[in-house]
């Protein structure tokens, strides 16, 4: 038994975390705000064998960029054991991360979600798509990586969350726009718990305005605007970030950053790509990632 599932990477520009003390409640913990999904993400493919005498009833190998963690991958796994008697299977799990851990892309999250379906299909448990997006997010709040991505990459495309939650309790508005390249330059990443914990009080004054403008304008450049205003206001904009905004600004360029790390990203026409590959070009440290945007979501693939 085998199976096949991909995540799209998930950008967030500026959010409103939910929180909650009761830990048993993960479901209703989560993030309002706003963000997008792109082509790129986590592929991953679950394969099912007769356990011989491996002392673990698991593997985890990743390809690609690596995360430095598994314990995302086994709370998605052993929720799923605990919905029968799998104790003569061994689960070959692999994750091919395309795009970079750590820096603002929502790696966890598309680990969990393309696990969580991979799964769901391999075991032939048919749970409603809900209930898989429900156990990645679950994974996502109780390992501390994330609060929001799992909603909106299950989900895919330029999105509003209007309501935090996990898919069935959260709710997101879906923002159709012309066809765009989404171009992004990744530096360094940021530990996304311990900036939560820090600037909290900062982030949902500031968040929360910004999800009703937005539900106003419902305009990608106008989203960029509020992104860079956001990150400005909560202080993550390193000196390197804003000698690049600037440049882009000074072309008459928009452009935002992501949360949480040293990542720029510019939303343009498909005709103006090459200004800002041009400009970013010029810093032979990052990380260039050229894109567009991923309108279907968390999916099954045939094998």
């Known amino acids: 038994m085998e199976a096949t599932a991909f995540c799209p990477a998930h950008i967030t520009g500026f959010f409103k975390a939910h929180l909650d003390d009761n830990q048993n409640n993960l479901q209703s913990i989560g993030s309002m705000g706003a963000g ?3 082509k790129q993400g986590v592929t991953t493919r679950v394969k099912i064998e007769i356990k011989d005498r491996q002392e673990s009833c698991f593997e985890i190998i990743s390809h690609g960029y690596q995360s ?6 086994e709370y998605v796994l052993n929720e799923f054991l605990n919905l029968g008697n799998f104790s003569t299977k061994f689960f070959r799990i692999e994750h091919d991360i395309s795009i970079p851990v750590g820096y603002g892309l929502g790696s966890s999250s598309a680990v969990a979600l393309s696990l969580s379906f991979a799964l769901d299909q391999a075991l032939g448990t048919k749970l409603d798509k809900t209930t898989i997006g429900q156990i990645a997010h679950n994974a996502e709040v109780n390992c501390k990586t994330g609060l929001g991505d799992v909603l909106a990459s299950y989900h895919g495309g ?11 309790i959260g709710h997101v508005e879906k923002i159709s726009t012309e066809k765009i390249s989404i171009i992004m330059i990744c530096f360094s990443p940021i530990s996304t718990n311990k ?3 820090e600037r909290l009080s900062q982030i949902n004054g500031l968040g929360g305005k910004m999800v009703n403008r937005l539900l106003e304008s419902r305009n990608y450049e106008h ?14 904009m390193t ?6 905004v600037d440049e882009l600004s000074e072309n008459n360029i928009k452009c935002g950053i992501a949360l949480f790390g040293e990542t720029i990203f510019s939303m343009i026409p498909q005709e103006e790509e ?21 309108n279907d979501g968390a999916r099954v693939l045939d094998n």
């Not at 430095?68 to 991958?73: G, N, Q, V």
């Not at 330029?158 to 069935?168: H, T, W």
């Open 195 to 197: 900036f939560i914990k």
């Open 158 to 168: 330029f999105e509003i969350r209007v309501k935090a939650g996990a898919p069935g």
């Open 274 to 294: 090459f200004r800002v590959l041009e400009i970013l070009q010029k810093y032979p440290d990052g990380i260039i990632i050229k894109s567009e945007l991923d």
């Open 68 to 73: 430095d963690k598994t314990d995302i991958s």
């Open 223 to 236: 989203f960029q605007d509020m992104s860079l205003e956001f990150a400005k206001y909560v202080d993550v």
């Open 239 to 244: 000196p390197k970030m804003q000698r690049i």
């Open 36 to 38: 997008f999904s792109i």
